[in-house]
C-alpha cells in the first residue's frame, strides 16, 4: 500500500512538472512573438496611449507676381483649439462646453458630446482668428480651468486679390492642402514640414506636469515667384470680362499671354472667375438660387466647372488663326512666297475629292492673290490647296513639330491636347478642312505656344508659369530654366510669317486690332463650337512688336451673341494700349 501511494505520488510530481514545463514554453514562445513580431506595434501603442499629440501646421510659402512686389497667396497666423476630455473636471464639462461654443461660435450639442468623450483629443475648431482665442485665454484664466483645452499655432491662407487669376492659383482646402492650380501642383515646395506638441500622460490619460512635454517647431514652406504679372493680368481680367459681357457670351471666355523669349506665361485669364477665399460659394446667380434642389453630384460638376482652367483644359476649333501653320509649313517646304503676286486666285470655292468648299467670301471672290494677300483676305480655297500640296505624312509633322500632338508640358493641372484625326484616316478632304483650322480641336495653350514660337525666331519653348523658388529661411533662390524644346521652322520663315501677320492687322481682316503706336500682328478666326450646335467660337491671336516680339496674346470668346460678337478687334485694341 505504501508503495502504491509512493507510485502516484510520483506521477502527479510528473504530471505537475510536465504541465510546468508546458507552460513555460508557452510563455517563452508568447514573450519571443510579442518581443520580435508585434513588439514594435505595440510599442506604438503605448506610445499613443501614453502621449498627447498635436500638430503644428507649418507656414505654407507665400506666391508672389513676377516682380516680387505683389503677393497673391499669403499664409496669416490663426490657431487651432483642441480639448483633451479626460483632463476635464466632471464639473466643469458643461461649463467648458458653453464656453467654447459662445466664443468659437461652434455648435453646444456637438461641442458637448465632445466633452463627454473618454478620448484623449478632440477638435473643436480650426483657423480660429486670435482675437477668439484671446476671448478663450481669458475665460479659462477666469474660471480656473488649468488642463483640457489647448490653444495651438495654426495658418490660414489668404488670398489678398480675392478673384485676381483664380483658375491659373488655385485654393487649399481646410488642413492647408493645396487642391487646385499653383497650390496643387507646387504642393511639395509650398507645405512646409508639421511640427508637433507632445505630452506624456498618466494611465488614465491626464497630463504629467510641463516637464514631460515635448516642443517639435514647424518648418514653413517655400516662396514662390510667378510668371503672370499682377498689372497685365489685371488688365486682361478687366477687358475679358467687359467682351464676354457686351458680346453676350454664353459659354465665357479665356486670354493667355506668353512672353515668346522665355516661355513666361504673363497672364492666364478665364471668364467668369471665382473667390479664392470662398472657392466652394457657387458664382452664377441662377445656380445659386437652385443650389438646395441639386443633389451631390450636380454640385460637385457646377463647382468643377467654375474652377476649370479652361485655357489649358478645354479644346476648341482655332478656325482661321491656324491659317498660320499651313503658311509656316507651305514656306519652310519652300512651296510658295510670300509675295508673288496673282500665284492663286480665288473663284469663291474650291472642289476637293468631288467636295466643293467654300471661301468664306464666296459671293464676292477674291481673285488674283498673294500668300499675303491671302492671309490678309483670310482665304479658305488658298490654305486648302497649299494643304494638299504639302501631304498628309509632312503636315503632320509640322503639327507635331510645333506641338499640337502633345500637351506643352506647361505644370499645371488638367493640361489637355490637341484632338485630331489620325493620321492614317486622313484623306483630301479631311486635310483640306485641317488646313483652315476646323474639324479639329487644340487648347488655346497650345495655340499660344505654336504662334510664340514663329515670334521666337521659329524656336519653340516650354511655357512657364513659376520663375524662382525662395526658401524663406535662407533666401536660397532656385530659378526654373527657360526649356527650348527645338526649331519648328527657320528664322526667316518665323519673320516672313510675322511680317504676314502686320499686314492682316494694318490692312486686312484683322485691322480692328490695329494700335496707333504699336507695331502690332495677328490673325483673326471663328468656327463652329461642335457640329451643328449652332455655337460659336471668335478668337484673335496677336504678336507685338512685330520687330521685337514681347507678348503674343490669344483672346477667345465662347459662343459670343451680341450684336458684333464675332468681332473681338475693338476689345484687343483696348487691351494692347493698357499693356
Known amino acids: 500500500m505504501l508503495e502504491n501511494y509512493s507510485i502516484s505520488r510520483m506521477k502527479r510530481i510528473r504530471n505537475m512538472l510536465f504541465i510546468t514545463f508546458f507552460i513555460l514554453t508557452l510563455l517563452i514562445f508568447r514573450l519571443g512573438y510579442i518581443q520580435l513580431i508585434t513588439g514594435e506595434e505595440l510599442s506604438a501603442m503605448a506610445y499613443k496611449q501614453q502621449s498627447l499629440d498635436r500638430k503644428i501646421n507649418p507656414k505654407r510659402g507665400t506666391i508672389y507676381d513676377s516682380t516680387k512686389k505683389n503677393i497673391l497667396a499669403v499664409s496669416a497666423n490663426v490657431e487651432t483649439v483642441t480639448i483633451n476630455p479626460v483632463n476635464i473636471k466632471e464639473e466643469d464639462k458643461i461649463k467648458v462646453a458653453k464656453a467654447l461654443s459662445d466664443i468659437l461660435g461652434v455648435d453646444y450639442e456637438k461641442t458637448l458630446k465632445k466633452v463627454k468623450k473618454r478620448s484623449s483629443i478632440e477638435t473643436i475648431a480650426k483657423k480660429v482668428e486670435k482675437e477668439q482665442t484671446d476671448k478663450l485665454r481669458v475665460w479659462i484664466q477666469e474660471n480656473n480651468i488649468t488642463s483640457g483645452i489647448n490653444i495651438d499655432e495654426d495658418t490660414k491662407r489668404y488670398y489678398p486679390y480675392s478673384n485676381l487669376a483664380a483658375q491659373f492659383i488655385g485654393f487649399c482646402g481646410s488642413d492647408n492642402q493645396g487642391l487646385d492650380g499653383i497650390e496643387a501642383i507646387y504642393e511639395k515646395e509650398l507645405k512646409g514640414s508639421n511640427g508637433s506638441i507632445v505630452k506624456l500622460t498618466d494611465a488614465k490619460g491626464g497630463e504629467i506636469g510641463k516637464e514631460g512635454e515635448n516642443y517639435i517647431p514647424a518648418v514653413d514652406g517655400n516662396d514662390i515667384v510667378l510668371s503672370i504679372d499682377m498689372t497685365i493680368q489685371s488688365i486682361a481680367e478687366k477687358y475679358l470680362k467687359q467682351a464676354c459681357i457686351d458680346n453676350v457670351c454664353t459659354d465665357g471666355g479665356n486670354i493667355v499671354m506668353m512672353n515668346p523669349k522665355t516661355g513666361d506665361i504673363l497672364a492666364m485669364a478665364t471668364y467668369p472667375d471665382y473667390n479664392l477665399n470662398s472657392p466652394y460659394e457657387i458664382n452664377d446667380d441662377e445656380l445659386k438660387n437652385n443650389w438646395e434642389s441639386l443633389n451631390a453630384i450636380q454640385r460637385n460638376e457646377s463647382l468643377q466647372k467654375m474652377w476649370r482652367n479652361k485655357a489649358i483644359a478645354d479644346t476648341y476649333e482655332p478656325g482661321s488663326t491656324f491659317k498660320l501653320v499651313t503658311a509656316s509649313a507651305a514656306l519652310e517646304e519652300g512651296i510658295t512666297t510670300t509675295d508673288k503676286e496673282g500665284e492663286f486666285c480665288c473663284t469663291g470655292s474650291i472642289e476637293i475629292a468631288g467636295t466643293r468648299i467654300k471661301c468664306w467670301r464666296h459671293y464676292r471672290p477674291h481673285g488674283p492673290e498673294s500668300l499675303?494677300?491671302?492671309?490678309?483676305?483670310?482665304?479658305?480655297?488658298?490654305?486648302?490647296?497649299?494643304?494638299?500640296?504639302?501631304?498628309?505624312?509632312?503636315?503632320?509633322?509640322?503639327?507635331?513639330?510645333?506641338?499640337?500632338?502633345?500637351?506643352?508640358?506647361?505644370?499645371?493641372?488638367?493640361?489637355?491636347?490637341?484632338?485630331?484625326?489620325?493620321?492614317?484616316?486622313?484623306?483630301?478632304?479631311?486635310?483640306?478642312?485641317?488646313?483652315?483650322?476646323?474639324?479639329?480641336?487644340?487648347?488655346?495653350?497650345?495655340?499660344?505656344?505654336?504662334?510664340?514660337?514663329?515670334?521666337?525666331?521659329g524656336i519653340k519653348l516650354q511655357p512657364r508659369v513659376v520663375k524662382e523658388i525662395i526658401d524663406p529661411k535662407t533666401n536660397e533662390v532656385i530659378e526654373n530654366p527657360v526649356i527650348e524644346n527645338g526649331r519648328v521652322v527657320s528664322e526667316e520663315t518665323a519673320q516672313n510669317v510675322l511680317s504676314m501677320m502686320q499686314s492682316v492687322v494694318a490692312d486686312g481682316t484683322g485691322r480692328n486690332a490695329s494700335v496707333k503706336g504699336y507695331n502690332v500682328g495677328g490673325k483673326t478666326g471663328t468656327s463652329e463650337d461642335g457640329v451643328n450646335t449652332n455655337k460659336y467660337v471668335t478668337s484673335f491671336i496677336g504678336v507685338a512688336s512685330i520687330s521685337n516680339p514681347e507678348v503674343v496674346i490669344l483672346v477667345t470668346l465662347y459662343n459670343p451673341t451680341g450684336e458684333g460678337g464675332h468681332h473681338v478687334g475693338v476689345f484687343l485694341l483696348m487691351l494692347f494700349t493698357d499693356t
Open 372 to 457: 499675303r494677300n491671302a492671309l490678309m483676305n483670310s482665304c479658305n480655297p488658298v490654305f486648302i490647296g497649299l494643304g494638299q500640296k504639302i501631304g498628309v505624312n509632312k503636315y503632320y509633322e509640322y503639327l507635331q513639330k510645333f506641338g499640337f500632338l502633345n500637351k506643352t508640358g506647361i505644370n499645371l493641372p488638367g493640361e489637355a491636347k490637341g484632338i485630331f484625326l489620325a493620321q492614317n484616316k486622313v484623306g483630301p478632304v479631311e486635310l483640306a478642312t485641317i488646313s483652315f483650322g476646323q474639324r479639329f480641336e487644340v487648347t488655346p495653350l497650345q495655340m499660344v505656344s505654336a504662334v510664340s514660337a514663329i515670334a521666337n525666331k
